[in-house]
C-alpha cells in the first residue's frame, strides 16, 4: 500500500494539532485506513516555537514555497489563512500535482470557483472540512451522508466568539462592550473583532455551505451580513421574555418562484424558540441544522474552534484522500458536493424579497398617540404584530418599545420602519433583528 | 460511466420510501454522483398495496431471491428486517458479487462478524447508516468523520418509541403503561413493544456503534440492557427536581486497567443534566454525542425511523458506494471504520466494574431509624450521596426514598442495595437508575 506523504504549512495552532495527531495517532490511523500517513515536512516562519511536541523526524523549514513543490509530498495542508499567500500556495500545490487540505474559509469563499475547477481538471482534491463548523464533520454530512436529500433550509451558529459573547451577556445581564473586552482578555475575541462580531466570519462559511447544499456557485459577496455589536443586554431579556432567545445565525434556504430559482443568503441576530436544540448552543460551541425534503431536521454540534477540534477535521480530510491515494480519487465525493460541471449560476434572492418575521426595538418619545401612530403605519403596510412590549420609562426622555411582528418582506418592513422614524415622536436608531421559529 | 444497478428486497415503508427517492430525485443524484442509480426490481410479497409512487419502469417480483441472484443487478437493498430470511439473502447477495445495504440494526449485531469479512474477502461493500439513528448520518460521522480521533465515549438516544414514551410521561404527568397504551393507539408503538421499551432495539444499535469506535468485534450479547418499563411518573417528576431528565442511552466507552483494554456497553435509563443538549431531544428524535481525544464533544441529531429520513440514510450509501463502483471500492472506508484485518476482541468490562452514579428509589416502612439504617449500609459500602429526597406519606405503608449517590462500583452498589433489602423496614421492590453528568 503506498504510504500518503504531507507536507504542512503553518505550524500555529492549528498547525500544530494536525503534526500532534499525524504522529501521536499514527498505528490508530493506519488500522483504520489501511495505510500510512506520513508527515514529511513543515513550514513556519517562527521554527523556534515551544510546540511541546517530537517534530524530529520532520523536515522543518521556512521556505513554504519549498514543500508546495517538493518531490516528495503528496498532499499538502494550507493553515496560514487569509487570502494572500495561502491562494498562491494552494496555486502552486495543485499546479505541482498534489492534493489540498485547509482550514482557510475566507480562501475558499473568496477564491473557492478559481480552485475547485482547476483541482478537477487535474484530478485533484480539496478538503475543507474545518473551514466551516471546526471540528464538526458537518460538510461531509451535507455533501455524503445527506446527498439523497434536496436541501430545504440550513441554519448555523458558525462563530464561536459571536456565540460566546452573547452567551455571556444573557448569563451576566451584561452589555454587549463589557462582555467583547472580557472575551478580549480572555484570548476569546480578537484584538480587532469586526471579522467575528460583524459576522464576516459566519458569512464566509455560510456561503460555502449554501453553495453545497444547493450546487450553486459561493456567493460570499451576496451575502446579507449584520453582526452582533448593537444588541444590548434589554433586547436579550425581552427576547426572552417573549420566549426566544438571540443567536447569530447564517441562513440558506432555496427559493422558488415560477421556474425561476433564487438562494436566499443572510447573517444576522435571530431569535430562536427558547426549548429549541439551537437555543442550546452555548458558549463558543458551534451548530449545524440542516433540513432536507427526506431525512427532515438534522443537525450537528460541537468545537467550532481550537488547536484539536480543528485539527481533527483536517486530519480526518487527510485520510479521505489518502483513502483514494493514488489510485481512487476519482471515486470521492466531489468538494462541493455536486459534479464541478453540474454546478450552476443560481442567482441571490434580492434581501428585500426575503420573507422574516421581525423583532423591532424603537426607542420613542412617551407621548400620547405614538403607539396608535406607530401601528397605524404598520397596519398599512399589512405588517401584523405577535407582541408589544412597551419598557417602564428611562432615565432618559425616551422609552423602549419592543415589536414582534408576523411575516412580511424586508422590503415592505424597511418602508414601513423608513415611515415610522418619520415621526417625530420615534428616535432614528431601530434596531431589527429576525425571527426564524423553524429551528429546530 | 457505468450506471448502478439496484434491487430492492421488502417494499414496506422504508422500501418505498428508498423505492421514492432514486425515481423523484434521479437527476439529483446524478448532478451529485456524476452517473446514474437505476432501480431495476423490487420483491415485496404484497406486490397490490397501494404505494402511492410510479414503478412502472422496475420490475416487480414475490421472488426476492431471484433478485439476489439477477444478472443485471450490483447492489442489494435488504429491508426485510429481522434475522431470516434476511441474513440467507444477505451472504446470497455477497456469493453473488452484489454489494449490500441494509438498514438492519438486528442482522448487523447479530451476524456482522459474519459477513464483513465474507464481504472484504470478495471486494465488497456493506452500508448500514440507516440501522443506526435512522436518517441521522451518525455512523459516517464516526467512521470517517472523526476517522483522526480515539474515541472516548458514545452516549445515544437510538429509539424513537422510548424517547417518545417518557416524553409524553413528562409533558403529561402520567404513568408510563399509560403513555404505552396512547402510544400503540397512535401507531408510535408496536402491539408487543418488547424490543423497543426493553432496550434490546437500543441494544442491537450500540453494540454497532461501539464496535465502529472502538475497532473492536460487535458483541451485542454482552450489552447489558434495561428498559423504561419500571419508571413511574414520580421518577421523572423526582429527577426534574434534582435538575436531571430521564432519557433512555446507550452507552460505550473504552476501559483500560494496565495494559488490558476492555468496552463498556450499557443500555439503561440515565438522568442526564437538564441544560444538556442530550435532555432537549424531545418525541421520536435521536440523537448521537460522540466524543474523542481531540474533537471533544460532538452531537448528531435527527430523526431515528420513518419512512423518509431512514430511506435518505440508504440511499446515501447506495450512493457511496456507486461513487466507488465499479473500481473503486477498495478506496471506500471499511463498513466498520477499520480495516477488517485489524478489528481485534476486546472483552466486554463486567458490570459488576463500571463505575457510574446512581438513582436509587425504595419504599420504606416510614418507622424511626430506617432512613439511618439505609445510610450506615451505604456509608459501610464507601457510597456517598449527593441527595436524597423523602416524599410525603403515600395511603398504602410504605413511603418512597429517592438517593442520588455519587460514582461507585456496580458491583458494590448491588452488594449494599441486597443488605439494604434485607432489612425489615425496605420493600423488595428498588428502582435502580444511572446518572451521566459528561453528557453534553
Known sequence: MNEMRVGLLGLGTIGTGVAR??????????????????L???????????????LS????????????KADDIDLVVELIGGYEPARSFVVGALENGKHVVTANKALIAKHGEELF????DKGLQI?????????IPCMKALREGLAANAIESVYGILNGTCNFILTKMENEGSDYADVLREAQQLGYAEADPTFDVEGVDTAHKLSILAAMAFGSKIRFDEVHTEGISRIGAADIESAREMGYRIKLLGIAKPHFDGDDEYVEMRVHPTLVPL???MAQVSDSYNAVQISGD????????GRGAG???????????????????????????????FVESSRREVPTLPMADVVCEYYIRLMVRDKPGVIAAVTSILADHRISLEALIQKERHASQSVPIIMLTHETTEGNLQAAISRITGLETVDKDVLILRKESAVA
Do not use: C, N, W
Not at 21 to 38: D, T, Y
Not at 40 to 54: F, G, H, N, P, Y
Not at 312 to 323: L, P, T
Open 57 to 68: 523526524g520532520v523536515r522543518l523549514t521556512d521556505d513554504a514555497a519549498g514543500i508546495v
Open 127 to 135: 478538503g475543507f472540512e474545518a473551514a466551516v463548523g471546526g471540528g
Open 307 to 337: 488547536e484539536r477540534p480543528t485539527a481533527s477535521a483536517v486530519v480526518a480530510d487527510i485520510m479521505d484522500i489518502a483513502s483514494g491515494f493514488p489510485d481512487g480519487i476519482a471515486h470521492l465525493a466531489p468538494p462541493m458536493g
Open 21 to 38: 495527531i499525524l504522529i501521536e495517532q499514527q498505528e490508530l490511523i493506519a488500522r483504520r485506513l489501511g495505510r500510512k500517513i506520513v
Open 117 to 120: 475547477p482547476m483541482a478537477a
Open 294 to 301: 427526506f431525512v427532515e431536521h438534522t443537525m450537528y454540534f
Open 275 to 277: 426549548d429549541s436544540q
Open 40 to 54: 514529511v515536512a513543515a513550514a513556519d516562519r517562527d521554527l523556534q516555537r515551544e510546540r511541546d511536541l517530537d
